[in-house]
């Protein structure tokens, strides 16, 4: 094996958790598999011979571009058109790592990844460095070269913004795929009564289109209102062309929406006490591409 083979075939055993660490950072798989392929370029090109711990280093370099991408990205999310939503990723298969645990699962759950956009770069790299893959303050300060303290102070800092998580993932999953599962059909046949047994009292609805197709521009609050949206859209003409499979998507069982082959949408409905209290749709096509190409 040549010395580029060697180090092409060290880089592969370390890309999965490359990836899943640089989703986690961006909310992003596109963007996630395009900072790994930055990476990897940088690796291709380093001093090998000077590198005592491969994992460390390449953790640091990678890091440190999704840094970068988060920073230029906030100004690109302030104009974004509508509620901004991470790209949904099938998780069947642990593409995102192991998700055996409620809080494996909750850290790659649309709801924390769309609460980790309240925070800093800087705070968003400790959080998930030391919450998802349980690095000491010492190694995430030698990542981000800085002082073991400020990462403390960052952590305490996003916790503080993150708030308690609403951990809807104790929930039993069969259980949370009936919810599922009863909350789409329902939709579907336009069933008032079986909607308003199934959403909660402050259930919001976020739907990202990105401006590329049509959908709400802004959350929807609350039963009432959130029933009315949902009945509009199964009572679309459209929604009689339209077919629903049940899938695992970022650790939580969700809807993919086809018209015949083709992925239109996706749809994560948030579980808590037996209803549903938050429902989170992405049917932007540049935020399905990655979601579509798993299925091909």
């Known amino acids: 094996m040549t010395t580029t083979e060697a180090a092409a075939s060290e880089f592969e055993s370390h890309r999965p958790r490359l990836f899943s660490l640089a989703y986690r950072m961006l909310g992003s798989a596109s963007e996630a598999e395009d900072v790994v392929q930055d990476t990897y370029l940088r690796w291709s090109k380093a001093d090998r011979s000077a590198v005592r711990t491969p994992a460390a280093w ?10 970068n991408q988060l920073t230029s990205a906030r100004a690109q999310r302030e104009l974004y058109v509508g509620p901004w ?5 099938f998780t069947s298969r642990d ?7 409620a809080e494996q699962r909750e850290s790659v759950s649309f709801a924390l ?33 800085i002082e073991e303290a400020n990462s403390r102070q960052l952590h305490r800092r996003a916790r503080e913004q993150l708030g308690r998580p609403r951990r809807h993932f104790d929930v039993d999953d069969a259980q949370r795929k009936k919810v599922v599962e009863r909350f789409f059909a329902a939709t579907l046949e336009g069933d008032v009564a079986g909607l308003e047994q ?31 949206y949902l009945l509009g859209l199964g009572a679309r003409p459209e929604a009689a062309q339209v077919r629903g499979e049940y899938a695992e998507v970022n650790g939580e069982p969700a809807v993919a929406v086809f018209a015949g082959r083709m992925l239109l949408g996706v749809i994560v409905p948030e579980v808590g006490d037996g209803r549903v209290s938050a429902v989170r749709t992405v049917i932007n096509p540049g935020k399905l591409a ?3 190409a798993q299925l091909a």
Not at 85 to 89: Q, R, S, T
Not at 95 to 101: H, N, R, S
């Open 85 to 89: 939503l991470p790209e949904p990723v």
């Open 95 to 101: 593409e995102l790592g192991p998700l055996e645990t």
């Open 113 to 145: 990844l769309t609460l980790m956009e309240r925070l800093t770069p800087g705070e968003r790299a400790v959080f998930v460095l030391r919450e998802a893959f349980g690095h000491s303050h010492r190694e995430i300060a030698e990542v981000l070269d």
């Open 198 to 228: 199934l959403l909660a009292d402050d259930v919001v609805a976020w739907s990202d289109g990105g401006g590329q197709v049509s959908a709400a521009r802004r959350p929807i609050s609350g039963r009432e209102k959130v029933l009315r």
């Open 58 to 67: 390449l953790t640091k370099v990678m890091t440190n571009l999704c840094i």
């Open 290 to 292: 990655y979601a579509a």
